[in-house]
């Protein structure tokens, strides 16, 4: 692919019938193109038109939801058998901590009811803010809204919420406060 100029390949298996590829072109201007298995045409800027421009925005809130599915297995998996939790304190939504939210999961959203519930306006009282200032986790909770989160956006929600993983210098318990390192290089993770 580089030899073509082109950058970021990604391939899509489970949320297509039919696998795709999203491709950043790296040439005079960069796009997204959107390409079938076996189909043969040259990628282009001009190859992403109107009609492909949903199924990229899907695909890229695919794509960030893969990787945050990677980040809740490498962390549930580092956190496992540590007292406190610190993943389970991050992953709580109203619905099953009422009063106690903080950034939810990548399906819930803090406020959410219901999986992929992202664009619900229901205020609710969270702590996500404090996430922030990690390790310091004593922020006062406010009142957010889906407007926070890119009013069910899929993209905005998960963007939003892999801005409030740690990523910062130092650790407790050998534990890295930069979250990244054990969703980036599995090898960090213990088993």
Known sequence: FRQ????????IFEHFPDSALIVEAHNHESAFGVFRPFERRRITPECVGSAHDRFVIAAVGKML???GH?????????????????WERFIRYDKTHP?????????????????????????VLSRADSWYAFPNLNGEPRIMTCAEWGNGDIREHHRWWFRHF????????????????YVIDVNRVRA
């Not at 073509?4 to 391939?11: D, E, R």
């Not at 990677?70 to 610190?86: D, F, G, H, I």
């Open 70 to 86: 990677r980040a809740e297995s490498m962390l549930s998996k580092v956190y496992e058998r540590v007292t406190p939790n610190l």
């Open 65 to 67: 939801e893969d990787l």
């Open 4 to 11: 073509h100029g082109l950058g970021a390949v990604s391939q």
């Open 166 to 181: 740690p990523h910062f210098e130092g650790e407790s318990g050998g534990i890295s406060w930069n979250w990244w390192d």
């Open 99 to 123: 009063g106690q939210a903080e950034c939810g999961n990548v399906h819930f959203a803090p406020n959410s009811l219901k999986d992929y519930d992202w664009g619900n306006p229901r205020p």
